[in-house]
């Protein structure tokens, strides 16, 4: 299945574990993006948006690489993004419980393979910039992106393939080494 | 500081080596990396762990097509030398590391990464205080090795003191760095094991485990590499046969009340390059 955006209902039948691609307008954001726009507001309309969790090394306003970084940073800085609109988060690791409630019935988180920085750049480009002053890293990008490819890791259900591994992978630890207490935080 | 003739040319040598071998652990991951995650590809049974080691697989070659960096993480470069007996240890083998991370900073180009640890400023070319860590053994040949790594793998390593008794718990502990680590290292990873010496020995132990082939495993390793296995994180955390690729232990004699284990965790792009410095 592809998406599009801006995005709309169609996110809603998703289910964590499908896999997608994504096309049309983009924007990275990291740390410092989000902090900038909860203090500044959105320079983008974020209805229907995808905000995807990335610094991208440019050079000569070209994309040379762009893979996603840790989204879990972002666990406590996402809220406002998905109440203005906001309906795809995209990047690696999964968020937190939080996020996962704050995404319930509006959005979803779409994973893109860690590490994939080449894949990513070959997949977009890179169409102009928002709070450039942050540097590289930091600014918002704006990015076509061309049939990115997806798995929905959190639906809009309250379905988190994340946490599903994570309870199967501690289970299979207690068992392996006969832990009767979970000793393990 | 006083650099004589003969140091500056073996200095700007060795500037060159270390830019040359930068690139090529950026851009290009050993064969015998490649082989496992090939391996892996081929042998794994979920559909999601299937399309992230292939889109894994068809990022390296992207890689390579267009002589871009495999990740956006680029690294901090970890740099080992050795030394012939004919060359002395001195101030200019290391400023000439330190030229070749600028250049390569520059060139290829590299995220600049390294930052004062509190101030958290940046000095931008991957140079600091101390960094890159460059570790020094006598050789036969002048060669440079890089392994830049990256800080999602680093973040989740771990060492622990383990008291003499707990040999046996050692494979727990493994697998316990990657139950608490879950999909945040980007597995399939590669875990550089350090068991023995001291606090800080097993600790660079663990890393210099990581530039051992990873195509072969001896039966412990196996063991270490099938308790990862067994918990089911897979590529990305997504779940899946693949979280390990492979283990690599290395060992050090220690203290008789001492057991010290140390785990560096290497997410699948476990690049390192190695050039011999031509004189």
């Known amino acids: ?46 209805e229907g948006a995808a905000v995807y969790h990335c610094g991208p090394v440019v050079q000569d306003g070209r994309l040379v690489v762009a893979g996603p970084t840790t989204s879990a940073r972002m666990n406590r800085l996402s809220g406002f993004l998905i109440d203005a609109g906001v309906r795809a988060l995209i990047g690696k690791g999964g968020m937190g419980q939080e996020v996962v409630e704050q995404l319930r019935g509006r959005a979803v988180y779409l994973a893109l393979t860690g590490g994939c920085a080449a894949l990513a750049a070959d997949r977009m480009h890179l169409s102009g910039v928002y709070f450039e002053d942050l540097g590289m890293a930091e600014a918002v990008w704006i990015i076509e992106a061309d049939h990115l490819p997806l798995t929905v890791g959190i639906d809009a259900h309250g379905g988190d393939l994340f946490r599903a591994v994570r309870e199967k992978a501690k289970t299979q630890f207690h068992q392996r080494f006969n832990i009767k207490q979970d000793t393990v935080s | 500081m006083m650099v004589n003739p003969a140091d500056t040319t073996i200095s700007g040598a060795l500037a060159d080596a270390t830019e040359r071998a930068l690139r090529e652990a950026e851009i290009r991951l050993p064969p015998d990396v490649l082989a496992v995650l090939r391996r892996a590809t081929a042998a794994e049974r979920d559909a999601i762990a299937r399309q992230e080691l292939g889109n894994i697989l068809e990022n390296i070659a992207l890689a390579e097509e267009r002589q871009v960096p495999i990740c956006q993480d680029t690294g901090v470069p970890v740099v080992y030398l050795t030394l012939p007996p004919d060359i002395g240890l001195s101030p200019g083998l290391f400023e000439g590391v330190r030229e070749g991370v600028r250049r390569a900073t520059a060139a290829i180009p590299l995220r600049p990464n390294v930052v004062d640890p509190l101030t958290r400023e940046n000095t931008n070319d991957n140079t600091g205080a101390g960094m890159p860590a460059v570790h020094v053994t006598p050789g036969d040949r002048l060669t440079v090795t890089v392994l830049p790594k990256g800080a999602g793998s680093e973040n989740v390593s771990r060492i622990g003191m383990l008291l003499p008794s707990q040999a046996a718990e050692i494979p727990r502990f493994v697998a316990e760095t990657m139950l608490l680590a879950g999909g945040k290292p980007c597995p399939p990873v590669i875990l550089g094991v350090g068991i023995g010496g001291t606090f800080d020995v097993a600790a660079a132990l663990a890393k210099e485990a990581l530039l051992l082939p990873v195509d072969t495993m001896d039966d412990y390793e196996q063991e270490l590499c099938d308790a990862v296995n067994a918990l089911g994180i897979g590529p990305m955390g997504l779940g899946g046969d693949t979280t390990a690729l492979s283990v690599k232990v290395k060992r050090a004699g220690c203290h008789t009340a001492s057991l010290p284990v140390a785990v560096n965790v290497q997410c699948w792009a476990s690049r390192r390059a190695t050039v011999e410095v031509k004189r």
Request: hydrophobic share 35%; aromatic share 4%.
């Open chain 1, 1 to 46: 299945m592809n998406l599009t955006t801006p995005l709309g209902d169609e996110v809603l039948d998703l289910r964590a574990g499908d896999r997608v691609t994504l096309s049309g307008t983009i924007y990275t954001a990291r740390d410092e993006a989000h902090m900038r726009m909860m203090e500044e507001g959105i320079p983008f309309d974020p």
